[in-house]
């Protein structure tokens, strides 16, 4: 690992500072944006398939992202949209309103509100679990504040995996911690390394990485970056897609229909995964704070 770590830094070192911006990784370990609205009841919403009815719970301590999801739902912004992309052991997604009149075989997933929501990570209680119920958004590239979009959404299916799987993602996921330090370490002694670099100060460079590691190693040991004992109940038995937890905002879960999920990851798709023959939201009813027994 050290090893791995010490070719990340010398590389990062001698490159310019450009190249320092964070690639986009599949696994994150912490929330980036703090959710500083307060706790709102829970909220049911009925959802009305051309497959059969989803009941789903939306989580007030993501008040964003519910109450843009109860607006929506009681406007009738989704009647009659497609669920558009659809991967089998993976999740179901719909909510672009280009969908609602698409063409056979039209290419679909552009289309959004003309706006976004900024992230609310509740991170670990929330997470990519079978049945979630999380936000689609643009990738890393054109969206470092992983905002979600306003309307596009999707519900997890997954797979379950077996704890040496999880431990392997576990050590990818503290590798991949220990770079987005580091390169954060690295970029606050830009001016330093380029000092170095011109007056080609090379044990000057290596003593610097070397610092930069050490401290990287600690900071992620004190962030204790790995799944929860939850978390890992949940992947080893029902399932879901851990690589996506910490990155997606997820705001809701299913509650009764997941048999009518399945039957839709499980359709025939063509280009762009999406179901040759359209699978379609009727309807969506808002039903009310969520019955606390």
Request: glycine share 8%; net charge negative; proline share 5%.
């Amino acid at each position: 690992m050290n090893n791995l770590l010490r070719n990340i830094a010398v590389a990062a070192a001698l490159l310019p500072a450009a190249a320092f911006a964070l690639p986009n990784t599949t696994i994150m370990t912490t929330a980036h944006t703090a959710n500083t609205q307060a706790p709102k009841e829970d909220i049911v919403v009925e959802m009305t398939t051309t497959l059969g009815p989803i009941k789903l719970l939306l989580y007030g301590d993501t008040p964003r992202h519910m109450e843009n999801f109860v607006k929506l739902a009681s406007e009738g912004f989704y009647d009659g949209l497609l669920f558009h992309r659809v991967i089998n052991e993976f999740m179901i997604q719909g909510g672009d309103p280009d969908s609602r009149n698409a063409s056979a075989g039209a290419q679909l997933g552009g289309g959004d509100v003309p706006y976004q929501i900024d992230a609310e990570f509740v991170y670990p209680k929330h997470f990519h679990k079978r049945g979630a119920l999380a936000a689609a958004r643009q990738g890393d590239a054109v969206n470092p504040d992983k905002k979600s979009s306003g309307s596009q959404f999707y519900i997890v299916t997954g797979k379950s995996y077996t704890p040496a799987q999880l431990d392997q993602m576990e050590q990818r996921l503290r590798l991949t911690r220990q770079k987005e330090i580091f390169d954060a370490l690295a970029r606050e002694q830009r001016d330093t390394i380029m000092a170095m670099r011109r007056n080609r100060d090379q044990a000057g460079l290596n003593a610097l990485q070397d610092e930069l590691i050490k401290k990287s190693d600690a900071m992620v040991k004190e962030q204790n970056v790995g799944f929860t004992p939850e978390q890992r109940e949940a992947y080893t038995s029902v399932g879901g897609t851990p690589h996506l937890d910490g990155a997606y905002t997820v705001y809701g879960e299913v509650i009764e229909g997941m048999d009518v999920v399945d039957a839709i990851q499980k359709v025939e798709t063509g280009a762009a995964d999406r179901p040759v023959e359209d699978v379609r939201i009727i309807s969506m009813k808002v039903v009310g704070p969520a019955d606390k027994n």
